[in-house]
């Protein structure tokens, strides 16, 4: 069975600034996938940024980016120059190869940015 | 990028009653969708595994007389709660990947519908 956890249950950060999301991950497998996916106020659903556990270089997106250090089963998500659109939950996921696209989500952090 | 509509996106019934709620991939076809359950200020929960032409496969916990699933088509699958009750008042989401093609991409990728708030009453 695999794990997501995600420590932060709220953080908040002051618009422009920047800010990173901590997950940490347990699987036995070699080939999975790592997301972060988004869900405002909406309650929209949103992937943010995902990453192939066999590439070694983490995966950027615009102001989004990811430290991703595999032997420590580490994923966290920096967000810079905050915006108040950038206000939501925010879920780290793990989906292994083996189990099609079946996800296991963390517990959610929830982001506020200030003005 | 790819839709997966909901419908209804609310609904508020009786203690008693079944409500069905649909999930269709509008642009793509799916032939597994994903079903999930969210309580307010929680992670998603997954309830189910809905297979085009075959039976869902349920997680743990989840009564499956409670919560019947049809994948009717590659685009449309079906979640209908049967009596209802209080207790089953939630936030039910789908999700659905696109149908990977053999030599294909290896990442996985799913897109998820809007919602459904379900209020019993």
């Known amino acids: 069975a695999q794990t997501v956890t995600q420590s932060q249950p709220e953080m908040s950060v002051q618009e422009a600034e920047t800010v990173t999301l901590s997950c940490t991950y347990d699987?036995?497998?070699?080939?999975?996938?790592l997301f972060w996916y988004k869900q405002p106020p909406s309650r929209q659903m949103i992937l943010v940024i995902r990453?192939?556990?066999?590439?070694?270089q983490n995966a950027t997106e615009n102001r989004f980016s990811v430290n991703f250090q595999k032997a420590a089963k580490s994923f966290s998500l920096k967000i810079s120059d905050s915006q108040l659109g950038d206000t939501a939950m925010y879920f780290c996921?793990?989906?292994?190869?083996?189990?099609?696209?079946?996800?296991?989500f963390g517990e959610g952090t929830q982001l506020t940015v200030n003005p | 990028g790819a839709v997966v509509s909901q419908h209804p996106s609310r609904v508020i019934c009786k203690s008693g009653t079944s409500v069905k709620i649909e999930c269709r991939s509008l642009?793509?076809?799916?032939?597994?969708m994903f079903w999930y359950r969210q309580f307010p200020k929680q992670s998603l929960m997954l309830m189910a595994t809905?297979?085009?032409?075959?039976?869902?496969?349920?997680e743990q916990g989840v009564e499956k007389d409670k919560f019947l699933i049809n994948h009717a088509s590659l685009t449309l699958s079906t979640l209908t709660v049967t009596s209802a009750h209080p207790e089953d008042s939630s936030f039910y989401i789908c999700?659905?990947?696109?149908?990977?093609?053999?030599?294909?991409?290896?990442?996985?990728?799913?897109?998820f519908g809007p919602g459904t708030r379900l209020t019993v009453l």
């Open positions: 809905s297979n085009e032409g075959s039976k869902a496969t349920y």
């Open positions: 999700s659905a990947p696109p149908f990977r093609l053999a030599g294909g991409s290896g990442l996985i990728e799913q897109f």
């Open positions: 990453q192939e556990a066999y590439k070694q």
């Open positions: 996921a793990l989906a292994r190869e083996t189990s099609g696209s079946r996800l296991t």
């Open positions: 699987t036995s497998e070699n080939n999975y996938y």
């Open positions: 642009d793509f076809q799916a032939t597994t």
